[in-house]
């Protein structure tokens, strides 16, 4: 039997009719109401000390009572649960600043799974429930049969978020096994236990963030000069928005691109088990404004999320951990020492190796409970997400060091990827349940 996993594919839904908009519309605050109303029971069986609602609860609170279809509707309750069930982990491990839902909702996504919906020669009919006129949309040429979907704000249009199954590949043999250091400046380190490695640079998203920053910085200080909600102020605000999603859409792309070539340095290593770093408690030190506004934009949980989802797509087995002191540490004789530049030089034993490496091959301890030597540099291949060619560190190609030289100047500053169709992971219990037909209800 093959193994499926689910993966959601983004139809950015261009071109909309005024009523398809309209309909939308009207449905995402009517999802929005029911949200609501969830969220109303849960505060009162908080507050009241009474049993937290459950499925079925909100089922029956819901049933009826919204313009959505039915399904569309329990969707909405799902996504709520889900988020309580997020949260009430979150806390239990320690997160005492998680709070349960507790906002009002103007707008939600429509939801529909993937009995609901309707495939209809080039369209996708999506219910609106009995006596409401359905949605209907263009169908893309890749949708081959019913599947779950969303549709979503984007901050200036619709987008449809459909789940789609992917094979997954049947699992590695024992192979290898392979450690992934996270960081910013190159989101993934990675050394197998084969002494090989592997960097892919962080640049490119890094500086995507900084121009999105100052982007925000600029039109920010243009809107405080004018009346809110006049036209130059609907204008601004547009065009923020515009740029804010080209640019988080680009950082998406690069995130996934790097995250892949990890996962295929992996399989042409014959990586079976991957450990995967948890940076957790390094965002928390006090550094700087710059520096902190670095450190709290770096979205590691998504790196964590992609490899995960990557490497059970590959048939290879991962697991998440901590990642502390693995950075400050010697591999050859453990004098403990913080590295300033990328590299990592011993003043005791005189070992220099790339900083990144340092902490990935540091890690095999903690993993797997045994330290392979360091790789040589003739070992280590050196890559920018997107870049197809695979660069052995040697004089023509020098890794990352920090400073700008013909070899490391960050590329793909403008990477202009036409984002119309897209694949992100699924996002699993992070509140946000998508359609699945997995999770298909008892209806
Ligand atoms: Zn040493």
């Not at 449905?27 to 109401?33: D, S, V, W, Y």
């Not at 000069?225 to 859409?249: D, F, M, V």
């Not at 079976?272 to 506004?293: E, F, K, M, T």
């Not at 797997?368 to 050196?382: D, H, W």
């Amino acid at each position: 039997m093959v193994e499926v996993a689910q993966t959601v594919r983004i139809e950015v839904l261009t071109g909309l009719s005024r009523k398809t908009s309209r309909i939308i519309r009207n449905g995402q605050i009517e999802a929005g109401k029911v949200w609501g109303v969830c969220r109303d029971a849960l505060k009162v069986a908080m507050t009241e000390h009474g049993k937290w609602p459950n499925r079925d609860a909100l089922q029956k609170l819901t049933k009826g009572r919204f313009g959505l279809h039915s399904q569309s509707a329990q969707m909405v309750c799902h996504a709520f649960l889900a988020n309580v069930d997020t949260a009430r982990q979150l806390r239990q491990s320690g997160r005492k600043d998680i709070r349960y839902p507790y906002k009002d909702k103007r707008f939600y996504s429509l939801m529909w799974p993937a009995q609901a919906m309707a495939l209809d020669g080039k369209r996708i009919v999506l219910p609106m429930g009995r006596g409401r006129e359905s949605i209907v949309l263009p169908r893309p040429e890749w949708l081959a049969q019913p599947s779950a979907c969303k549709i979503v704000w984007n901050r200036i249009g619709y987008e449809l978020h459909v789940t789609v199954g992917t094979e997954i590949e049947s699992a590695m043999a024992a192979g290898a096994q392979a450690t992934v250091d996270l960081g910013q400046i190159h989101q993934c380190a990675v050394t197998t236990s084969t002494r090989k490695g592997l960097i892919v640079s962080g640049r490119g998203i890094r500086s995507e963030k900084r121009r999105l920053n100052q982007m925000h910085g600029s039109i920010a200080a243009k809107m405080t000069r004018c009346i809110k909600g006049s036209r130059r102020w609907k204008k601004l605000s547009r065009a923020r928005n515009g740029y804010a999603l080209r640019a988080e859409r680009r950082i998406r792309d690069l995130r996934h691109k790097g995250t892949r070539q990890v996962i295929d340095f992996c399989r042409h290593n014959k990586v079976s088990s991957l450990y995967i770093g948890n940076p957790d408690g390094v965002r928390s030190r006090r550094s700087g404004r710059h520096h902190n506004q670095r450190m709290s934009q770096w979205e590691y949980g998504r790196d964590i999320d992609y490899l995960t989802h990557k490497s059970r797509q590959a048939g290879i087995s991962s697991f998440s951990g901590t990642e502390r002191g693995t950075s400050s540490r010697c591999p050859e004789c453990g004098h403990k020492h913080k590295p300033s530049g990328r590299v990592w030089a011993c003043k005791v034993c005189g070992f220099t190796g790339h900083r990144d490496l340092v902490g990935s091959i540091n890690m095999h301890e903690i993993a797997f409970g045994e330290k392979p030597t360091f790789p040589v540099s003739k070992e280590v291949t050196y890559l920018r997400p997107g870049t197809a060619a695979r660069r052995v560190l040697d004089r023509s190609s020098r890794p990352d060091t920090g400073h700008r030289s013909s070899a490391s100047r960050p590329v793909l500053l403008h990477g202009s990827q036409d984002a119309t169709t897209d694949t992100v992971r699924a996002p699993q219990g992070t509140g946000h349940i998508l359609a699945s037909p997995s999770e298909a209800l008892p209806l």
